[in-house]
């Protein structure tokens, strides 16, 4: 059974501080990692991509995937309230079809 | 641009009742991809379409079909409506197939099943 797994949180930062969204995965043939932002009734928003080793920016945003740990992370520098929302990691199965989903980390961010 | 529409925004239905949702994609994108999500989840896959061909399917009983269009948009048809069937059914589109290319998501159709 493939998997993504994320720690549900809640996870609360105070406004300005840096937020870390962690993820870990069972598939070893999943090459592409998502990061999607859903706030409270709505749909999820593509936030970040990332496929190769090491760390990717933009923005205030950095994704950082190390494959030999099955791991991927997304970190917000400067967290705004509006920054409150779920976070949804997700990987691509090994046929490039289906993307699996973590469960969320919801994020809260206190002025 | 116009990102991925979905109709309708709400439905209602009850047991045993069939429903059909649709989806036109972003322009240019010619993948659809469809997903449930229930509360406290995240998105499960049920089907990807490209160029009206199945490219995969999720594990979802065959009360689920679903289909694509010459213009790209899709259809995701559900038969026999159990209150199970209660979510957000998510369509998402990519340019192609593959594992490196970005899925958006449409608002999506909340199915409430009575």
């Known amino acids: 059974q493939k998997e993504v797994e994320q720690n549900s949180g809640p996870l609360s930062v105070p406004e300005g501080a840096i937020a870390s969204l962690n993820c870990t995965y069972s598939?070893?043939?999943?090459?592409?990692f998502f990061w999607y932002r859903q706030y409270s009734g709505k749909s999820p928003e593509l936030i970040m991509f990332?496929?190769?080793?090491g760390d990717k920016e933009d923005g205030r945003f950095t994704a950082q995937l190390n494959k030999a740990s099955q791991y991927v992370s997304l970190l917000i520098r400067d967290s705004q309230p509006s920054d409150s929302a779920t976070y949804l990691c997700?990987?691509?199965?090994?046929?490039?079809?289906?993307?699996?989903f973590g469960k969320g980390t919801t994020l809260s961010v206190s002025s | 641009d116009a990102g991925v529409t979905q109709s309708p925004t709400h439905l209602i239905k009850t047991r045993g009742q069939q429903v059909t949702l649709r989806c036109s994609p972003i322009?240019?994108?010619?993948?659809v991809s469809w997903y449930q999500q229930v509360l406290g989840q995240g998105p499960q896959f049920i089907f990807q379409?490209?160029?009206?061909?199945?490219?995969g399917r999720g594990n979802f009983p065959d009360r689920f079909s679903a289909r694509q269009f010459p213009n790209y948009s899709s259809e995701l048809n559900v038969n026999a409506l159990l209150l199970g069937d209660s979510a957000l059914y998510l369509c998402?589109?990519?340019?192609?197939?593959?594992?490196?290319?970005?899925?958006?998501f449409g608002d999506g159709t909340r199915l409430s099943i009575l």
């Open positions: 322009s240019g994108h010619k993948s």
């Open positions: 598939d070893r043939g999943s090459q592409s």
């Open positions: 998402a589109s990519s340019q192609i197939p593959g594992d490196n290319q970005p899925q958006h």
């Open positions: 997700a990987g691509s199965d090994q046929a490039g079809t289906a993307l699996i």
């Open positions: 379409y490209y160029e009206k061909e199945e490219r």
């Open positions: 990332i496929y190769s080793n």
